[in-house]
């Protein structure tokens, strides 16, 4: 079973940043290819990045190319998302996911989700 913790989420201004963790366990980490998502009042949960198993390649959906940055550290099992140039459209609960299909996971393919952790945004 994999348990996974976010943290760091928040209230602040547009234009800030923010950096959100992932805490990982029960199985090796490294194994784990790791995704972030987030789910907007009223909206469906969407795809925001994900990185590889040793963190050599990763990919953003469009609206935060530039501006998020997703990283891992093995030794620490913990991924991040660094946000910054934050807008209010950015305003959601940010989940972090991960899957262990063994291969690069389609959107659906991340089964085990953290809680959440809420990012607002101010305008």
């Known amino acids: 079973q994999v348990q996974l913790v976010e943290s760091g989420g928040g209230l602040v201004q547009a234009g800030g940043s923010l950096r959100l963790s992932c805490a990982a366990s029960?199985?090796?980490?490294?194994?784990?290819?790791m995704g972030w998502f987030r789910q907007a009042p009223g909206k469906e949960r969407e795809f925001v990045a994900d990185?590889?198993?040793?963190?050599?390649?990763?990919d953003y959906t469009d609206s935060v190319k530039g501006r998020f940055t997703i990283s891992r550290d093995n030794a620490k099992n913990t991924v991040y998302l660094q946000m910054n140039s934050l807008k209010f459209e950015d305003t959601a609960v940010y989940y972090c996911?991960?899957?262990?299909?063994?291969?690069?996971?389609?959107?659906?393919?991340?089964?085990?989700w953290g809680q959440g952790t809420q990012v607002t945004v101010s305008s």
């Open positions: 996911a991960a899957s262990i299909t063994g291969r690069t996971p389609t959107r659906n393919e991340y089964y085990y």
């Open positions: 990185i590889s198993w040793s963190g050599g390649n990763t």
């Open positions: 029960g199985r090796i980490f490294s194994s784990y290819f």
